[in-house]
Nanobody, 125 residues
Framework: QVQLVESGGGLVQAGGSLRLSCAAS????????IGWFRQVPGKERDFVAA????????DYADSVKGRFTISKDNAKNTVYLQMNSLKPEDTAVYYC??????????????????WGQGTQVTVSS
């Protein structure tokens, strides 16, 4: 069982920065990839970024490329999402998620078996 706990959300003005953290339980050796998703009320959960745990390969949604950076600290079992140049449209609940096996469909939330509780990010204009 992989347990994930997000932190770092909050209220920030447009143009500001936040860093989200996703702390994973000790059994991360069985995790293939960790992703970040976001969701606003009434809409689907959207892919933001992902990183493979062993190889460090990263990918981003077009809407956040050049502004967000995903990284990991294997020693701390933690994945980070550094968010710069934030826009009001980045406002959402952000979730981290994990899956155990290779899949090319890692942008789809249904591929992830484990989820954190979410952290609210609000960007004011």
């Amino acid at each position: 069982q992989v347990q994930l706990v997000e932190s770092g959300g909050g209220l920030v003005q447009a143009g500001g920065s936040l860093r989200l953290s996703c702390a994973a339980s000790e059994r991360t050796f069985s995790v293939y990839r960790i992703g970040w998703f976001r969701q606003v009320p009434g809409k689907e959960r959207d892919f933001v970024a992902a990183v493979s745990w062993s190889f460090g390969n990263t990918d981003y949604a077009d809407s956040v490329k050049g502004r967000f950076t995903i990284s990991k600290d294997n020693a701390k079992n933690t994945v980070y999402l550094q968010m710069n140049s934030l826009k009001p449209e980045d406002t959402a609940v952000y979730y981290c998620a994990a899956h155990r096996h290779y899949s090319s469909h890692y942008k789809y939330p249904g591929m992830y078996a484990y989820w954190g509780q979410g952290t609210q990010v609000t960007v004011s204009s």
